[in-house]
């Protein structure tokens, strides 16, 4: 369930949210980024994801985060579960009067290129990184790094 804007503020401002990050490969193991469009972490590249709703299970989540962000609705049994991450910002959604802190679920799938359809509303484009050079870029953000660097 989306929240109003004014509520959603508040809650961003007292209590962490928790997400899923998709951390999406290709058959020659090169990882999907998207360079977003939205604070926080805006202008940088980062791994698909989104926000987990209130009495939504982690099932239902991923499915709709895969489709929403990847324009393809993946089961999480299709996924490998990397482990638990925190995302801390120095500013959020509406600006930088307060900070965000994100607790995230890693999930890593492996797609075919043909089958994703990439929406422009979180992320305004795209690119396929080898691991080395994501790792090396300064504007791959480093919490996309850590889910390459903890493995």
């Known amino acids: ?4 804007r004014e509520l959603f503020r508040t809650i961003v401002a007292h209590t962490p949210l928790i997400s899923i990050d998709l951390i999406v490969k ?16 805006q202008d940088f590249w980062f791994v698909p994801g989104g926000r987990i709703f ?26 490998t579960f990397i482990g638990v991450y925190e995302h801390f ?7 930088t009067d307060f900070t965000t802190h994100y ?6 799938v492996t797609l075919n290129e043909e089958e994703l359809h990439l929406p422009l509303e979180q992320h305004n ?12 870029h300064t504007n791959v953000h480093q919490y996309t790094k850590n889910y390459f660097l903890s493995r």
Do not use: T
Request: hydrophobic share 35%; net charge negative; aromatic share 10%.
């Open 89 to 95: 910002y120095n500013d959020n959604f509406s600006g």
């Open 54 to 79: 209130k009495d939504e299970s982690i099932e239902d989540a991923f499915k709709r985060i895969s489709r929403e962000e990847l324009g393809l609705e993946i089961s999480l049994d299709k996924a």
């Open 26 to 41: 290709n058959k020659e193991e090169m990882a999907l980024l998207g360079q977003r469009q939205n604070r926080p972490a």
């Open 125 to 136: 484009d795209y690119c396929w990184f080898n691991v080395d050079s994501l790792l090396k």
């Open 1 to 4: 369930m989306r929240l109003d």
């Open 103 to 108: 607790v995230v679920h890693g999930y890593e």
